[in-house]
């Protein structure tokens, strides 16, 4: 078998037989046009991340891909702010209607509000029991989410409108 079918041949040794194979593409200026020529590579390393774990990471990295548990939690995230937002914006209507009509239909409108709220709180239930079982997969505390609770959700709601 030649040495050009890209093999390597029995009698060379791995090193020598990659040495030789990056020096003929240094001489075929293989090289010459590579992005951040001239520059020092960027120092991607986690000082966190355990030295054997590091490879698999920068390879899923690199291939566009991440670890489930970070795409779960961006999900979570965008979970609770739709939650939040279709709380907002629900208040807002009610806020409004209520001051368009003050004594007419108040109390059909109050039971609207309060649809709207047990709405809110069963969403934040199921969001609450998504962060409980992302936070037995985060590898650290610090990764963890806090969850939804009711009463300062309401509280920042109330604030924000006064």
Known sequence: MSESSGRKPEDKRWNDWIEEKIR????????????GKGR?????R?????????????LLRDSGHTLPWIEE???IDARIERARAALRRRY???LAERERRPG???????????????DFEKEAARINASIRIYNLKVPTVSLQKHVIILEEEY????SASD
Not at 40 to 44: F, I, K, S
Request: net charge negative; glycine share 4%; charged share 40%.
């Open 24 to 35: 003929e593409a240094q001489e075929q200026g293989l090289f010459d046009d590579l992005k």
């Open 40 to 44: 020092p590579l960027p120092n991607r």
């Open 46 to 58: 986690n000082p966190f991340l355990p030295e054997e774990r590091q490879l698999a990471y920068d």
């Open 73 to 75: 939690g961006k999900e």
């Open 92 to 94: 807002r209507w009610y």
């Open 104 to 118: 007419h239909r108040l109390l059909e409108l109050e039971q609207v509000w309060r649809a709207y709220r047990r």
């Open 155 to 158: 509280e920042r709601l109330f």
